[in-house]
C-alpha cells in the first residue's frame, strides 16, 4: 500500500526514515572522500589523514542516521514498492563514494591483474606478481594467495582487462556487486512469498540494512555475488521442486556461489530438502537431491576447466584467519584466555584451540539443524491434505535452516567482518517471524568498520574480548537452561 494509505503514524516515520537514511548515505560518501579508502592514498590509519575529524564525524553522524532509519521501520515498511525505491535512493549517493569500510576490492583488482597477466593467484600473492596497484592493498594481505573461486577470478580478471587502471577496475567491481545485489532483490518477493512472510518487510530487512548499501555496494564485496546466486538458485528450487532440469539449474546456480566464495557451501543441504517434491523420504532426498548435487558439482568443474586453475583455492581459505580480533566469539575466547595464561605466567596459544573447537561445535551444529529440519518435514508426511501444506511449510523450514546455519557460521567462524552478517540477513529476512536476534547484531556491526576500512576491533582489543566472552558464557548458559527445560527441542509439525 502506498505511505499515504499506511496510516498517520507509520506515514510520518517512513518519510522520516526515508530522507534521514538519504542524508546518512550522502554523508558517509562525504566522510570517504574525506578519509575513505581511496586508492592513491595507502593504508595508515583514521587519526593521521588530514581530514580525519571531518571524516570521522560524518562517518559516525552518517551511520547513527542510516542505521536509525532502518531499524525503525524493522517491522515492516508502508509497502514492498515503497521499500525498494528507498533503498535505491540511498544506494545513489553512495554509488559515488570511493570504497567504504574496507580496502577489499583492491585486493580484488590486483588479484584479477595478477590472474590476467599469467600468474596463478592461488600459489603467489599479489605483491609476488608484481601487481601495479599493490601500494592500495591493505599490508597483511599483499603476500596472501586469494581465498576466492575460480569464477569470481574469472570475474576479477576480466575486470581489470577492461579497466584500463585501478579506477576502471574498481568501478568494475563495484558494478558487479551491484549486480549481485539487484540479482538478490529480484528473488526477494519470491522467496518471501513462499515462506509466508510479508514482502514488504523482507525487502525492508535485506535491502535498506546499511550493511548492504555501505559494504556490499560502496565498499564493492564480491559477498554480494554470492548471496545473488545464492537467492536466485534457491529461488528455482521453492518454485520447481522435483523437475530435473531445474535442480540442475539450481545446483549450477548454488555451484557458482560456491566458487565465489566458499562460504556458500553451507547452504547445499538444506538446498536439497528444498528440492524434494511430494513426500520425504530418503529415497526421495537422494533422487531430487542428486540432481541439484550435479548441477553443482558440473558448476564447480566448469569453472575449474575454464579457468584452468583447479581447485587450488581451497588452500587459501586457511589463510583468512590471520587476523585476531575479538568480533569473532571463538577468537575472542582464545584471546581472554591467553590473558589469563599471561597472567598465571604460562602462554597457551589458545586462539588457535578455540578455534578448532569453534569449527568443531559448528558442524555439530549444521548436522543438527539439518537433521532437525529434516524431522519437521517428513512429520508433515503424514498431515491431513499433505501436498498443500507440504508445498508451504517446505520453504518456510529450508530457508529459515539455510539462513540460521550462515548465522551460526558467521558466530563460530575464526574471523568477522560486518558484511559477513549480510550472509544469514538476506535469507533470514524472507523466512524468519521472529527478527530481532538478527537485526540488532547487523545494526550493532555497521558501526564496526571505520572509512578508510580500519576496524575499530583493532583499538578495543582487550575490553571487546572480555565483553565478548561474558557475552558468549551468558548465552550458553541460557541455550543449556533452555535446554534442560525442553525448549530447543524440535517444534513439532503443526497440522
Not at 592514498?41 to 551511520?63: E, F, K, Q, V
Not at 565483553?467 to 524440535?490: D, F, Q, S
Request: net charge positive; with cysteine.
Amino acid at each position: 500500500m502506498p505511505v499515504s494509505d499506511a496510516g498517520p503514524g507509520l506515514a510520518g516515520r517512513a518519510r522520516l526514515a526515508r530522507y534521514a537514511g538519504l542524508l546518512g548515505a550522502v554523508l558517509l560518501t562525504v566522510a570517504g572522500w574525506l578519509g575513505g579508502a581511496l586508492p592513491d592514498i595507502p593504508p595508515a590509519g583514521p587519526w593521521r589523514a588530514a581530514n580525519a575529524p571531518w571524516a570521522l564525524g560524518c562517518w559516525l553522524l552518517g551511520t547513527a542516521l542510516l542505521v536509525g532509519a532502518w531499524w525503525s521501520l524493522r517491522r515492516g515498511a508502508p509497502s514492498t514498492r515503497w521499500a525498494y525505491l528507498t533503498a535505491g535512493l540511498w544506494l545513489v549517493p553512495l554509488l559515488a563514494a570511493p570504497p567504504l569500510g574496507s580496502r577489499d576490492v583492491y585486493s580484488y583488482a590486483c588479484q584479477g591483474w595478477g590472474y590476467a597477466a599469467g600468474h596463478h593467484p592461488y600459489e603467489v600473492g599479489v605483491a609476488a606478481a608484481g601487481c601495479p596497484w599493490v601500494e592500495s592493498v591493505a599490508p597483511i594481505w599483499r603476500d596472501t594467495p586469494a581465498p576466492y573461486g575460480p569464477f569470481f577470478m574469472l570475474l576479477a580478471a576480466l575486470a581489470a582487462t577492461l579497466g584500463g587502471g585501478l579506477v576502471g577496475t574498481v568501478v568494475l567491481l563495484r558494478l558487479v556487486a551491484l549486480a549481485g545485489v539487484l540479482l538478490a532483490a529480484l528473488c526477494l518477493p519470491g522467496l518471501a512469498r513462499a515462506a509466508g512472510v510479508p514482502t514488504a518487510r523482507a525487502a525492508w530487512l535485506a535491502l535498506a540494512c546499511p550493511l548492504v548499501g555501505v559494504h556490499l555496494v560502496a565498499g564493492a564485496h564480491n559477498d554480494a555475488v554470492m548471496l545473488g546466486l545464492l537467492l536466485l538458485g534457491l529461488l528455482v528450487l521453492v518454485r520447481l521442486p522435483g523437475k530435473p532440469k531445474a535442480l540442475m539449474v539450481a545446483g549450477v546456480l548454488l555451484g557458482l556461489a560456491v566458487t565465489v566464495k566458499a562460504t556458500a557451501v553451507v547452504v547445499l543441504p538444506f538446498a536439497a530438502l528444498a528440492a524434494v517434491l511430494g513426500r520425504y523420504t530418503p529415497r526421495g532426498l537422494l533422487r531430487d537431491g542428486g540432481w541439484l548435487a550435479g548441477g553443482v558439482l558440473a558448476a564447480l568443474a566448469a569453472t575449474s576447466a575454464l579457468s584452468g586453475l583447479g581447485l587450488g583455492w581451497l588452500a587459501g581459505l586457511a589463510r583468512s584467519g590471520d587476523t585476531e580480533q575479538w568480533t569473532s566469539p571463538p577468537t575472542a575466547v582464545g584471546i581472554v584466555a591467553d590473558y589469563l595464561g599471561e597472567w598465571a605466567g604460562r602462554e597457551p596459544a589458545a586462539v588457535a584451540v578455540t578455534r578448532v573447537v569453534a569449527l568443531v561445535l559448528l558442524t555439530v551444529l549444521l548436522v543438527v539443524l539439518f537433521w532437525r529440519a529434516w524431522t519437521v518435514l517428513r512429520a508433515l508426511n503424514d498431515v491431513r491434505q499433505r501436498v498443500r501444506r507440504l508445498a508451504a511449510a517446505r520453504p518456510r523450514v529450508t530457508l529459515h535452516a539455510a539462513g540460521v546455519a550462515l548465522a551460526a557460521t558467521v558466530v563460530l567462524a575464526p574471523v568477522f567482518h560486518p558484511w559477513y552478517a549480510t550472509w544469514p540477513l538476506l535469507l533470514l529476512a524472507v523466512s524468519a517471524t521472529r527478527t530481532g536476534w538478527f537485526v540488532l547484531p547487523a545494526a550493532v556491526a555497521t558501526f564496526l568498520a571505520l572509512p578508510d576500512g580500519t576496524s575499530l576491533a583493532r583499538y578495543t582489543k582487550a575490553p571487546g574480548a572480555i565483553a565478548m566472552t561474558v557475552l558468549v558464557v551468558v548465552l550458553a548458559a541460557r541455550a543449556w537452561r533452555a535446554w534442560r527445560r525442553g525448549r530447543l527441542a524440535p517444534p513439532a509439525a503443526r497440522p
